[in-house]
């Protein structure tokens, strides 16, 4: 398996002193966040897309091209790559480009996105949400494994003759995740494909969840993939950790309450009951992110969104060196327990080439 985190890139004012970092500052935290997850020992670091305040996460192929030249091995991600504004000939191109930059370390996940005005933004309408997701993505998906592209579609001027480059790296293109909170369509998509299926699973009830993963693995071994315990599935989650469970719970819940997705809504009690959020100890984590497999099946690839609602950075790096020094060795440990010898690793550019080969 696969562990690592997310950022969604907020910049929001911390409630317990009332400061706001600049937009500077939390570009440059997120780096540092960056370098810290390679340095405490995990996989994956993956930053959403954004285009509106409070975020500032708007060029995720700059980020990781930085990122990239400042480490070795941490795999670099997407959480949210917008298949539905973005044009598909640049989604190639620039993800190629960062793919060779990286020696490989790069995937990506497909999504729509939260932000309904994203669309008349670039020129496109909301209630065509889904069809753009599924007609752009076939095109990226062709653009990566053709060396000459003929199109036409219903949503971008047609290509003739098209080379996208620069090529994918030893002709492998990079991974994809699909990523989805609510779309059945989307999780049909990554199962016809072949693709991940990542289950955002920070914001819903777990059964909401394992209706779509369940179905994915169903299509995912429809179409000839695999069996359905073959399939590649990842999950989020989102934790604070201190030694002690109520401290963790009394120095979070300002953050919570005024979190710019969920605060001033259900209380954290609430909301620990209802959905995968963990604010307790190390060993509190633990045994809620084991209790995943029992939901979901052996899966591939876990994140965990630690920085956010205000955060100050030196509070995120003590997260990150308790996730990587007391929880991820366990849950490495604990996860590969009874895993079945047909489930598959998460796929790497390694093991991709190798399955080419």
Request: hydrophobic fraction near 40%; proline fraction near 8%.
């Amino acid at each position: 398996m696969q562990f690592g985190i997310f950022t969604v890139s907020d910049v929001t004012t911390d409630p317990t002193t009332g400061r706001t970092p600049t937009e500077a500052e939390r570009i440059k935290a997120m780096v540092t966040i960056a370098l810290k997850a390679e340095e405490v020992g995990l996989d994956v670091f993956a930053t959403g897309e954004h285009h509106n305040p409070p975020f500032v996460a708007s060029s995720p192929t700059t980020m990781l091209g930085y990122i990239a030249a400042r480490t070795e091995r941490l795999i670099l991600s997407t959480s949210t790559t917008l298949i539905t504004t973005n044009d598909p000939v640049k989604i190639a191109e620039d993800f190629a480009m960062l793919q060779h930059l990286a020696d490989g370390r790069v995937d990506l996940m497909m999504g729509r996105g939260n932000t309904g005005p994203v669309y008349p933004w670039f020129g496109k309408d909301i209630r065509d949400g889904i069809p753009l997701a599924i007609e752009n993505y076939a095109l990226l998906h062709r653009l990566w494994r053709e060396p000459v592209v003929d199109w036409e579609g219903r949503f971008r001027t047609p290509l003739q003759g098209y080379t996208s480059t620069p090529a994918p790296l030893d002709g492998v293109p990079p991974f994809v995740w699909h990523g989805s909170i609510r779309s059945p369509e989307i999780a049909e998509q990554a199962a016809y494909y072949g693709d991940g299926f990542f289950a955002n699973n920070i914001f819903w009830p777990k059964e909401h969840y394992q209706q779509l993963i369940s179905l994915y693995r169903r299509r995912y071994a429809h179409y000839g993939h695999g069996l359905p315990e073959q399939a590649i599935v990842g999950l989020g989650g989102q934790v604070f950790m201190r030694r002690n469970s109520q401290d963790a719970i009394r120095e979070f819940r300002p953050y919570f309450d005024n979190a710019p997705v969920y605060g001033h809504g259900p209380s954290l009690e609430e909301f620990m009951a209802e959905t995968p959020l963990t604010v307790g100890s190390p060993d509190q984590v633990i045994e809620r992110t084991l209790k995943f497999r029992e939901y979901f099946g052996d899966y591939q690839r876990q994140l965990f969104l630690m920085d956010h609602a205000g955060l100050p950075l030196k509070t995120v790096l003590e997260q990150l060196d308790i996730l990587g020094e007391e929880v991820v060795p366990v849950l490495r440990k604990e996860f590969a327990i009874g895993r079945p010898a047909n489930v598959p690793d998460a796929p790497t550019h390694q093991s991709l080439l190798a399955q080419k080969g």
